[in-house]
T-cell receptor, first 116, second 116 residues
Framework: AQKVTQAQTEISVVEKEDVTLDCVYE???????LFWYKQPPSGELVFLIR??????QNEISGRYSWNFQKSTSSFNFTITASQVVDSAVYFC?????????????FGSGTRLQVQP | DTGVSQDPRHKITKRGQNVTFRCDPI?????LYWYRQTLGQGPEFLTY????????KSRLLSDRFSAERPKGSFSTLEIQRTEQGDSAMYLC??????????????FGQGTRLTVV
């Protein structure tokens, strides 16, 4: 069975600090996708990134970067120079392609608080 | 607004009553998913449709839960004889699947159910 673990329940940083959110996953499939979503207080899940299991290249988008390492089954997310608007709950998720339905298995989330 | 729309945003009901939630996906998306999210947890997959076909419903929490997507467009999730344990956020998501390809899922803002 697939599983996503986000060991950090809550992180608090001061604005402009860098912060890394950890994600470890378990799957028996060889083909899968990994995701990060942001959930602000309004409740809507906002898509941030999708990576497939065959692409281990790190990705940078503005202040956001992602580090995918299959050897350690990790897909970590770093926010550089954090801002108050980054305060939200962040979810890592996994979808397995072999089942066909591609539903997401989510971690329990990491609440990030960025203090001014 | 071309995103995923859910109605109502909030629902308070008495234990034992039936409730129905509606989801309007992004118009060109053929796949639609329902998730449930309880406080402090990540969303949990319930069921999904490809067009009007419900391809998986084994994750629905009990036989009190049912979902429909009669014309392959909007979907409804019904909970009969509600219990206090049903109190949660119910999230809908949609994606475009073509053959083996699938876009990332886009989520609505959810319906928060409170059973008193």
């Amino acid at each position: 069975a697939q599983k996503v673990t986000q060991a950090q329940t809550e992180i608090s940083v001061v604005e402009k600090e860098d912060v890394t959110l950890d994600c470890v996953y378990e799957t028996r499939d060889t083909t899968y996708y990994l995701f990060w979503y942001k959930q602000p207080p309004s409740g809507e899940l906002v898509f941030l990134i999708r990576r497939n299991s065959f692409d281990e290249q790190n990705e940078i988008s503005g202040r956001y970067s992602w580090n995918f390492q299959k050897s350690t089954s990790s897909f970590n997310f770093t926010i550089t120079a954090s801002q108050v608007v980054d305060s939200a709950v962040y979810f890592c998720a996994l979808s397995e392609e072999n089942t066909g339905r591609r539903a997401l298995t989510f971690g329990s989330g990491t609440r990030l608080q960025v203090q001014p | 607004d071309t995103g995923v729309s859910q109605d109502p945003r909030h629902k308070i009901t008495k234990r034992g009553q039936n409730v129905t939630f509606r989801c309007d996906p992004i118009s060109e998306h053929n796949r639609l998913y329902w998730y449930r999210q309880t406080l402090g947890q990540g969303p949990e997959f319930l069921t999904y449709f490809q067009n009007e076909a419900q391809l998986e419903k084994s994750r629905l929490l009990s036989d009190r839960f049912s979902a429909e997507r009669p014309k392959g467009s909007f979907s409804t999730l019904e909970i009969q004889r509600t219990e206090q344990g049903d109190s949660a956020m119910y999230l809908c998501a949609s994606s475009l699947g073509i053959g083996t390809q699938n876009t990332e899922a886009f989520f609505g803002q959810g319906t928060r159910l409170t059973v008193v």
